[in-house]
Nanobody
């Protein structure tokens, strides 16, 4: 059974921090690049960060660059999204996507809610 499960979402104040986790099972995690997306109500899904299979290459959307950090631990089949200096504009459901470049096969988690509000 393939599973991708996000966790760590919470209600935080502006300027606060959260670390999201994405834990996968049922496939070879190290063969898949990981992308974190988010979607706010009424808005399209946007890519916020990505990391290559073995962590050699990362990507960040301009809106989160310098505040978010993506990482992965293949031994634990887990990716992390460390978020600092959170803003109300970061409020969204955050999704983890594991994608296999050879075929574009991908797996999605159910998402975890991040709410940034005072």
């Amino acid at each position: 059974q393939v599973q991708v499960v996000e966790s760590g979402g919470d209600l935080v104040q502006p300027g606060g921090s959260l670390r999201l986790s994405c834990t996968a099972s049922g496939f070879t995690f190290s063969m898949y690049a990981i992308r974190w997306y988010r979607q706010a109500p009424g808005k399209e899904r946007e890519l916020v960060a990505g990391i290559a299979n073995f962590g050699g290459t990362t990507y960040y959307a301009e809106s989160v660059k310098g505040r978010f950090a993506i990482s992965r631990d293949n031994a634990k089949s887990t990716s992390y999204l460390q978020m600092h200096s959170l803003k109300p504009e970061d409020t969204a459901v955050y999704y983890c996507n594991a994608i296999y470049g050879g075929s574009n096969r991908d797996y999605w988690g159910q998402g975890t809610q991040v709410t940034v509000s005072s």
